[in-house]
T-cell receptor
Framework: GESVGLHLPTLSVQEGDNSIINCAYS??????FIWYKQESGKGPQFIID?????DKRQGQRVTVLLNKTVKHLSLQIAATQPGDSAVYFC??????????FGPGTSLSVIP | NAGVTQTPKFQVLKTGQSMTLQCAQD?????MSWYRQDPGMGLRLIHY???????DQGEVPNGYNVSRSTTEDFPLRLLSAAPSQTSVYFC????????????FGQGTRLTVV
């Protein structure tokens, strides 16, 4: 069935290092992917998105990479800061009205 | 601009009680949805709506009802609460169509005892 999953449930990085959060998806027909950040006690917030006709998209300190061949998505955070500590979700839009979320990766930044 | 507003933030129910979780958005979004978030399971879609008067079931609809009488409001009803419904509930809204960012409320933490 359809699924979106993450390879690492938890990730600890030193402040200033780069972080990489991975995600696997199974629906090859999905054409839109989103990364959300959820801070403790808050709802998820949009970080960055990418369409299936792209391999890479960059934002401010964040980059999303999409490898359609192996159905893999990753979020790279440059120069990780304490404020980046949160749970990160990848989400896969399988149709105009259906989005599937992965289980989330908890990122902990060590000062 | 308030965005998506959920009430209440916290609620404790006894098994068998009913209640309604409120959700309102002021962005004129067509699409609204309810998710529940459980540890290690991400966000699972309960019900969604693509416009006033239209609702549909998501992945885990059992035990929940919704209605959409206006564009702004999308309440979630628990008719007879069960301990398995203990969770954090999030409401989200977005423009309709593929490739649109969803805006989430702050969540309602529900405990059923």
């Amino acid at each position: 069935g359809e699924s979106v999953g993450l390879h690492l449930p938890t990730l600890s990085v030193q402040e200033g290092d780069n972080s990489i959060i991975n995600c696997a998806y199974s629906n090859s027909a999905s054409d839109y992917f989103i990364w959300y950040k959820q801070e403790s006690g808050k709802g998820p917030q949009f970080i960055i998105d990418i369409r299936s006709n792209m391999d890479k998209r960059q934002g401010q300190r964040v980059t999303v990479l999409l490898n359609k061949t192996v159905k893999h998505l990753s979020l790279q955070i440059a120069a990780t800061q304490p404020g980046d500590s949160a749970v990160y979700f990848c989400a896969e839009e399988t149709s105009y009205d259906k989005v599937i979320f992965g289980p989330g990766t908890s990122l902990s930044v060590i000062p | 601009n308030a965005g998506v507003t959920q009430t209440p933030k916290f609620q404790v129910l006894k098994t068998g009680q009913s209640m309604t979780l409120q959700c309102a958005q002021d962005m004129n979004h067509e699409y609204m949805s309810w998710y529940r978030q459980d540890p290690g399971m991400g966000l699972r879609l309960i019900h969604y709506s693509v416009g006033a008067g239209i609702t549909d079931q998501g992945e885990v609809p059992n035990g929940y009802n919704v209605s959409r009488s206006t564009t702004e409001d999308f309440p979630l009803r628990l008719l007879s609460a069960a301990p398995s419904q203990t969770s954090v509930y999030f409401c989200a809204s977005s423009y309709l169509g593929q490739g649109t960012e969803a805006f989430f409320g702050q969540g309602t933490r529900l405990t059923v005892v």
